[in-house]
């Protein structure tokens, strides 16, 4: 688990986790899971602040993820539209111009319409370590 650069970011059940649970667990969280539950549509998003990056232990976890909704969502006739990363810039903290999903910079419309199953500004997140066929 990552070591705590600023301890007032961490919620009071972070701040137990890093405590008391053992040091070789990698811990994280997922931030959304939005699904449109009437059209059985589904994806995975992990906001990133400051332009930050997924580190190597959430890219597996937030892999395993990925590939068991996508699994689950054959089973139970959902439209799994994957996972996903929206990067925030460095000088935002809000939604504005110069957010990336996937690494493509995108519009808020563009955004509002994704999270809103309207229309994929983006095809799902391809990991680093996946074939590109």
């Known amino acids: 688990m990552r070591t705590a650069k600023n301890r007032e970011q961490f919620t009071p059940f972070s701040l137990w986790l ?4 053992r040091s070789d667990l990698s811990i994280t969280n997922l931030d959304f899971v939005i699904e449109d539950y009437k059209q059985k549509k589904l994806m995975l998003l992990e906001e990133k602040q400051y ?3 997924l580190h190597n232990a959430q890219m597996l976890t937030f892999d395993v993820l ?19 990363l929206l990067r925030m810039p460095f000088n935002a903290s809000m939604v504005g111009p110069g957010i990336k999903l996937n690494e493509k910079v995108i519009t808020v419309e563009q955004l509002q319409r994704h999270i809103n199953f309207e229309a994929k500004a983006v095809d ?6 996946m074939s590109k066929t």
């Open 66 to 84: 990925d590939y068991t909704c996508t699994k689950a969502a054959e089973k139970k006739g959902y439209d799994y539209w994957g996972f996903f």
């Open 51 to 53: 332009d930050g990056k």
């Open 124 to 129: 799902r997140y391809e990991f680093p370590w």
């Open 18 to 21: 890093q405590e008391y649970c």
